[in-house]
């Protein structure tokens, strides 16, 4: 089946530091990525739509400025978590819809955990 | 009234249960509905994906989608204490969006 990847899956960083998550699909081309944020025992939700070769389309009340994404080429969006502060926080997952699903199913990647400190 | 209502449990069962797991919905747009299992600290994994109403049945896993009531469910036959995890409930209408539910924290005792 489709495999998303996530790198790093975990990470640690000093407030007011930037991390760089990155989000590849291994199997197939992805010309449209999500990612999300999922704090503790709470559900996903949405931050952004990655758009290979365009901009990002983000979500009501997620600072574009603060959570930049870049969608370089066809398997990989990196996420950037700029100027990071502790309510940063979070479990962030990607996720990508395989290509002949029809835009109807996603795979989504194992996460990335991001404390900051 | 938020678009995916989903009782955040715990539910516990002991082994060999069925187990019943449920979400409601306020947006009729929604015509397609998932199932998600995700372990603690890891991505959500697809188990199930129904287009409109219907039943849908993959091994243990049935999942049932009553769009005239705005419901959904999925049952786990014979559950086994692997089943443990949180079982979200995802649904889209026509974007590629997906809207999750809170999720349903599930615990089978051996």
């Known amino acids: 089946g489709a495999v998303v990847s996530q790198h790093p899956s975990w990470v640690i960083c000093k407030s007011g530091t930037s991390v760089k998550i990155e989000c590849r699909s291994l199997?197939?081309?992805?010309?449209?990525m999500f990612w999300y944020r999922q704090f503790p025992k709470q559900s996903l939700m949405l931050m952004a739509t990655?758009?290979?070769?365009?901009?990002?389309?983000?979500e009501q009340g997620v600072e574009k400025d603060k959570f930049l994404i870049n969608h370089a080429s066809l398997t990989l969006s990196t996420l950037t978590v700029t100027s990071a502060h502790p309510e940063d926080s979070s479990f962030y997952i990607c996720s990508a819809p395989p290509p002949l699903a029809g835009g109807n199913e996603q795979y989504f990647g194992p996460g990335t955990r991001l404390t900051v400190t | 009234q938020k678009e995916v209502e989903q009782d955040p449990g715990p539910l516990s069962v002991p082994e060999g249960a069925i187990v019943s797991l449920n979400c409601t919905y306020s947006?009729?747009?929604?015509?397609?509905f998932m199932w998600y299992r995700q372990y603690s600290r890891k991505g959500p994994e697809l188990l199930m994906y129904?287009?409109?109403?219907g039943n849908k049945e993959d091994g243990r896993f049935t999942a049932q989608v009553d769009k005239s009531s705005k419901y959904i469910s999925l049952f786990i036959r014979d559950s086994q204490p692997s089943d443990s995890a949180t079982y979200l409930c995802?649904?889209?209408?026509?974007?590629?969006?997906?809207?999750f539910g809170k999720g349903t924290k599930l615990t089978v005792n051996p």
């Open positions: 995802a649904m889209k209408g026509g974007s590629e969006k997906l809207v």
């Open positions: 199997d197939f081309q992805a010309t449209t």
């Open positions: 990655s758009n290979e070769g365009s901009k990002a389309t983000y």
């Open positions: 129904t287009y409109s109403s």
């Open positions: 947006n009729s747009a929604f015509q397609y």
